[in-house]
């Protein structure tokens, strides 16, 4: 009989004890995403550039922050496209990284951008550059409608970490487009034009809480960390103190795709008879304590080495 090739759909499917979860992300609903993405995007353009004419930090960092709203929305796009692509011979896991590993990028780049916005706004407060307020205020409440009308579209789409996570991103940029109003009508009523770089600051200071945080998430998922809802030490108590298991050892907890967190390791048994009935209780305990369902355990007999 002719040898048949295994085929990697075959290796990839889910059979009857396995894992319940996909290595992909489900099909969401794109269009609030990409309308909110475009209107984002497109304004930050607007700002960016009326920033420069204006010789304006305030509009400028503001742009920058309303860049990291629009890369948010992009990956989420783009994940939505990459990471529902099923598992392949090359890529067994799937491509549910992909999200994380732009995010880490973009999280890069925008603390680039903080650092440039930080170092500018101490050269202009030591030499004062002129700046035309009228414009700065003008954008900027143009750019406070923009962030609104965002936020409504997102707040009526259905809620995924996604557009969450998106939602709190644009209404932090409207705190950045009221920093840049204010510094706009000081600017245009008084003359101050130092307001400008210390809003620009306060602007840089919230670009990089969100930034930091996406940078440590993605970290953290990319480096194949324990799920911050779970005790790995705890972990490896409730394992050995389920019955018929004697130890635990080369235990690792990690995160296959968010929100579903996986366990391999091996545990030292009694007799490898009673393996079908200890595996049936760790199991139980992982999915009720944990939530865990994607387990791979060897058993290992008394001694061995």
Same mark, same amino acid.
């Given at each position: 009989?002719?040898?048949?090739?295994?085929?990697?759909?075959?290796?990839?499917?889910?059979?009857?004890?396995?894992?319940?979860?996909?290595?992909?992300?489900?099909?969401?609903?794109?269009? #609030?995403? $990409? !309308?909110? /993405?475009? &209107?984002?995007?497109?304004?930050? %353009?607007?700002?960016?550039?009326?920033?420069?004419? =204006?010789?304006s930090?305030a509009?400028?960092?503001?742009?920058?922050?309303?860049?990291?709203? #629009?890369? $948010? !929305?992009? /990956?989420? &796009?783009?994940?939505?496209?990459? %990471?529902?692509?099923?598992?392949?011979?090359?890529? =067994?896991?799937?491509?549910?990284?992909?999200?994380?590993?732009?995010?880490?990028?973009?999280?890069?780049?925008? !603390?680039? /951008?903080v650092?440039?916005i930080?170092y500018? %706004?101490?050269?202009?407060?030591?030499?004062?550059?002129?700046?035309?307020?009228?414009?700065?205020?003008?954008?900027?409440?143009?750019?406070?409608?923009?962030?609104? !009308?965002?936020?409504?579209?997102?707040?009526?789409?259905?809620?995924?970490?996604?557009?969450?996570?998106?939602?709190?991103?644009?209404?932090?940029?409207?705190?950045?487009?009221?920093?840049?109003?204010?510094?706009?009508?000081?600017?245009?009523?008084?003359?101050?034009?130092?307001?400008?770089?210390?809003?620009?600051?306060?602007?840089?200071?919230?670009?990089?809480?969100?930034?930091?945080?996406?940078?440590?998430?993605?970290?953290h998922?990319?480096?194949?960390?324990?799920?911050?809802?779970?005790?790995?030490?705890?972990?490896?108590?409730?394992?050995?103190?389920?019955?018929?298991?004697?130890?635990?050892?080369?235990?690792?907890?990690?995160?296959?795709?968010?929100?579903h967190?996986?366990?391999?390791?091996?545990?030292?048994?009694?007799?490898?008879?009673?393996?079908?009935?200890?595996?049936?209780?760790?199991?139980?305990?992982?999915?009720?304590?944990?939530?865990?369902?994607?387990?791979?355990?060897?058993?290992e007999?008394?001694?061995?080495?």
């Amino acid at each position: 009989m002719p040898e048949q090739a295994t085929s990697s759909a075959h290796l990839h499917e889910h059979r009857a004890g396995d894992a319940r979860h996909a290595h992909y992300i489900e099909e969401r609903s794109k269009t #609030a995403m $990409a !309308l909110a /993405l475009g &209107l984002t995007l497109l304004f930050a %353009a607007v700002e960016a550039v009326t920033g420069w004419l =204006s010789n304006s930090l305030a509009l400028i960092s503001d742009a920058g922050h309303m860049l990291t709203d #629009a890369a $948010a !929305l992009g /990956l989420a &796009l783009l994940a939505q496209v990459i %990471a529902k692509r099923p598992p392949s011979a090359r890529h =067994s896991f799937g491509f549910v990284r992909a999200e994380a590993l732009a995010a880490f990028v973009n999280s890069l780049a925008m !603390l680039a /951008l903080v650092c440039w916005i930080v170092y500018e %706004a101490a050269q202009r407060l030591a030499t004062p550059e002129p700046v035309k307020g009228g414009v700065v205020l003008v954008v900027a409440a143009i750019g406070a409608c923009i962030n609104i !009308l965002v936020a409504f579209v997102l707040s009526r789409e259905e809620q995924n970490i996604n557009t969450r996570a998106a939602l709190i991103n644009v209404l932090g940029d409207l705190l950045g487009s009221v920093a840049a109003i204010i510094a706009g009508a000081v600017i245009y009523f008084s003359g101050w034009v130092r307001i400008d770089p210390l809003l620009s600051i306060f602007v840089s200071l919230l670009i990089l809480r969100s930034t930091w945080s996406i940078l440590h998430e993605s970290y953290h998922f990319l480096m194949e960390g324990v799920p911050h809802h779970i005790d790995y030490l705890q972990v490896g108590d409730d394992l050995a103190q389920v019955a018929g298991v004697l130890s635990v050892h080369d235990l690792h907890v990690w995160d296959m795709s968010p929100g579903h967190p996986a366990l391999i390791g091996h545990l030292e048994i009694r007799d490898l008879a009673e393996w079908p009935a200890v595996l049936h209780r760790v199991r139980g305990m992982l999915l009720s304590k944990y939530g865990i369902d994607h387990v791979t355990l060897q058993p290992e007999p008394v001694g061995h080495l």
